[in-house]
């Protein structure tokens, strides 16, 4: 048993920042998700700052392929952000001079420089990010706290904040910090996105967690809702947003969200989802996507996950100009592609093992967001079985799997679980106990549903 200690992780940071100085370049690694690209961006600017030149390169998976190509760059020190605590052997064999700043469930040992939550004693899924663990390197390279704002997006990137609604152990010191240093506002609101950009019957009818009857996608009912409700909708010509309304209307929405979720039987917990803490970023512009950490890390994943991870990071890196406006378009595609995900799964169904539930996406969703829509088909399916997803990709089939909080009570590891099963399939895999993925051979799934079905049957007959 690990005992948890924030003198560990500290110590660690400091001797990763001790070693990233030495050296004159770096070659930053991350994950093309909001997370992966507000690690990168932290990890890019404290070594800028520090007066160490950099190089970035964005995977998908940090696979065999992946480490070749880093090794075939010829690096003098490569930082791992957000990746790469599951693959330490597969490094080190490599002879990478190598430092880690991941919060994904440590596989196998060896390199000296490895800061990682769980090696503290820590939660990686839910008390600490890629971001805010890059953030704890990041102070220890020097002054470095306005780069707060990021980690902060990072850890609601990952749904950090979903279970409590707020973020919890050491992302909420982080974003506390922020607080402290004037970055950072936290308000209790609605956690809906858009409420900086979007017309508020729009932020209403696409809101989705929890799921409102006659309310989430349904147009004409939140336009009801809202003249029963004597809300103007518009202000002149313009559509007001959530954040032009006065608090007595914003009161009011609330309540009469909360009693037609009351009228329709949903339960107390899904009706607590409504309202929580929401982060708002000082420094941007109020009424646009970065202002809230919902919104930007939204318009991060727009990006790196449709191959554009150069505006990603640009746009952690300060861009607010080319690059947002290329993200804001890109945004519009993904919110398309997410809703036509999920009307799939709707159409097709989600087929049910013993233990586990899955779809096969096929090439009708990216694999690049199909954890996204599984992560968003759990509450149609059966709530008491982890979802499982297949994409196709260009080397193998891409699997995506989510599960709940309940589960990971009955002793659900999907991380563990999913690493096995892809193993024994000649695939690789990890993540976290909550959601984790892997790539394994095309027409292995089968076999590979029939093992995860077995590992996690006997997780929840231990646990
Ligand atoms: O690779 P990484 O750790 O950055 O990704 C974490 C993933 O876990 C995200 O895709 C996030 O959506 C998912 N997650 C989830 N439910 C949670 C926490 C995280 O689906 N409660
Ligand atoms: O890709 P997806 O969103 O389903 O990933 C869920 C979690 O599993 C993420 O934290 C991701 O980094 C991790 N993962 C992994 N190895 C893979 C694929 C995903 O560790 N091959
Ligand atoms: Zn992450």
């Known amino acids: 048993m690990v005992i948890e200690s924030m003198d560990v992780l500290l110590k660690i940071a400091r001797e990763c920042a001790l070693k990233l100085k030495k050296s004159d370049k770096v070659l930053i690694v991350s994950h093309i998700d909001a997370d992966g690209l507000c690690s990168a961006g932290i990890a890019c600017r404290?070594?800028?700052?520090?007066?160490?030149?950099?190089?970035?390169?964005?995977?998908k998976q940090l696979d065999e392929n992946a480490l070749d190509e880093v090794l075939s760059r010829n690096p003098e020190t490569v930082l791992f952000t957000d990746l790469g605590s599951g693959m330490q052997d597969e490094i080190t064999s490599r002879g990478l001079d190598a430092v880690i700043a991941d919060h994904h469930m440590p596989q196998g040992s060896g390199c000296r420089y490895h800061l990682n939550p769980h090696v503290a004693g820590f939660d990686g899924g839910e008390e600490l990010s890629g971001s805010s663990t890059t953030y704890l390197l990041a102070r220890e390279l020097g002054l470095n706290f306005d780069l707060v704002t990021l980690a902060v997006v990072g850890s609601v990137g990952d749904l950090q904040d979903s279970r409590n609604r707020r973020l919890i152990g050491l992302n909420r010191e982080i974003m506390l910090e922020g607080v402290k240093g004037g970055f950072i506002e936290?308000?209790?609101?609605?956690?809906?996105?858009?409420?900086?950009?979007?017309?508020?019957?729009?932020?209403?009818?696409?809101?989705?967690?929890?799921?409102?009857?006659g309310i989430t996608g349904n147009e004409e009912g939140c336009l009801r809702f809202l003249k029963e409700l004597d809300v103007p909708l518009k202000d002149g010509e313009k559509w007001r947003r959530w954040i032009d309304l006065e608090f007595e209307e914003k009161k009011r929405i609330v309540s009469g969200l909360v009693k037609i979720a009351i009228e329709s039987g949903l339960n107390p917990h899904a009706i607590n989802r409504l309202v929580g803490e929401v982060y708002i970023l000082l420094n941007e512009e109020e009424g646009t996507e970065l202002r809230d950490a919902m919104e930007f890390s939204t318009l991060l994943n727009a990006t790196a996950r449709y191959g554009h991870e150069d505006i990603g990071l640009k746009i952690c890196l300060g861009d607010r100009d080319t690059a947002l406006k290329k993200a804001i378009r890109l945004l519009s595609e993904h919110r398309r592609n997410l809703a036509e995900g999920l009307t799939l799964v709707k159409e097709n169904g989600i087929e049910r093992l013993d233990n586990i539930q899955y779809?096969?996406?096929?090439?009708?969703?990216?694999?690049?967001?199909?954890?996204?829509?599984?992560?968003?088909?759990?509450?149609?399916?059966?709530?008491?079985?982890?979802?499982?997803?297949?994409?196709?990709?260009?080397?193998?089939?891409?699997?995506?799997?989510?599960?709940?909080?309940?589960?990971?009570?009955?002793?659900?590891n999907l991380a563990k679980a999913i690493n096995h099963a892809a193993r024994e399939v000649g695939g690789v895999g990890g993540g976290h106990n909550i959601a984790a993925g892997a790539t394994i051979p095309k027409g292995k799934e089968e076999e590979f549903l029939m093992i995860l079905d077995r590992l996690i049957e006997k997780q929840l007959k231990k646990g």
Do not use: C, W
């Open 186 to 213: 936290l308000i209790r609101d609605l956690r809906m996105f858009g409420k900086q950009t979007r017309p508020i019957f729009r932020m209403l009818q696409y809101s989705s967690d929890p799921s409102i009857p």
């Open 359 to 412: 779809f096969h996406a096929g090439n009708r969703i990216r694999e690049t967001i199909v954890g996204i829509v599984a992560g968003m088909s759990l509450p149609i399916g059966d709530s008491s079985k982890p979802i499982v997803a297949f994409a196709e990709k260009d080397d193998g089939v891409k699997v995506s799997a989510r599960g709940t909080q309940e589960l990971i009570r009955r002793g659900l």
């Open 46 to 59: 404290a070594l800028e700052r520090a007066g160490v030149e950099t190089d970035v390169m964005f995977v």
